[in-house]
């Protein structure tokens, strides 16, 4: 029988239970767990392990905020949300964390990758995705009120909510969001452009929203196209 090891991490309660920490591991030997501090400032605090949680690290983040949820979807990359809406990436297994992005959306509850790159968090009622390894993000309707609490993704997408709330995706490809965004084949030229761009392979008779933007995720022109009348 092996022996009960327990360490004191320093993930105090504070006044609250939302101190709580959570925990991911990236492999059998590296895990984070991440929270709060537990002081009133909720300083939003990681322990880090890479013998199997012999020995532990820590860092605090730059914010004041209780870390909600961690994910890797590589071993290298992972990213954590705060209860504020802070997004932090990681890109060396959790060693260091830059800010992303900053969602003014509410408490987020939970955030997974499908990849390195598209990955979904929930918020509320609401649903945000992005293609761009959480440069941006994009709201997608739900079709529910209820506050969603957390999810999964792995080829279909689950997600529950409160009041026995669950909803379901089938159309979530296993690299990415490309079914669920009901994407077509078209052409764009001439590349590179600098005064005009044209676009051509659409359904006259279908309306598309057309999002042009730049290295970093930020939207330059948003149009809605179609359908033609003739």
């Known amino acids: 029988m092996k022996k009960k090891i327990e360490r004191s991490l320093g993930f105090s309660l504070g006044s609250g239970t939302s101190s709580l920490p959570t925990m991911y591991f990236i492999n059998d030997s590296t895990g984070l767990l991440a929270g709060s501090d537990g002081s009133f400032a909720y300083r939003g605090k990681i322990a880090r392990t890479t013998n199997g949680g012999r020995s532990w690290s820590f860092l605090n983040l730059t914010t004041n905020s209780v870390i909600n949820a961690i994910h890797f979807p590589t071993e290298d990359t992972g990213y954590i949300i705060t209860r504020s809406g802070n997004i932090y990436r990681s890109i060396n297994k959790g060693l260091s964390w ?11 509850s939970d955030i997974f990758f499908i990849n390195g790159t598209t990955g979904i968090v929930i918020s509320g009622s609401k649903i ?103």
């Open 98 to 108: 830059d800010s992303l992005i900053k969602l003014g959306t509410g408490t987020i």
């Open 128 to 230: 945000f995705n992005t293609m761009n390894a959480g440069i941006a993000w994009y709201n997608e309707n739900p079709g529910t009120t209820h506050n969603l609490n957390s999810l999964f993704l792995n080829g279909s997408g689950y997600i529950a909510g409160d009041s026995g709330t669950i909803l379901k995706s089938t159309n979530i490809a296993a690299n990415g969001l490309n079914d669920a965004y009901n994407k077509i084949n078209f052409k764009v030229y001439p590349n590179p452009a600098n005064d005009n761009l044209f676009i051509s392979g659409f359904n006259k008779e279908q309306t598309r929203e057309i999002k042009i933007t730049n290295e970093l995720g930020e939207i330059m022109l948003q149009q809605t196209l179609g359908p033609t009348v003739n």
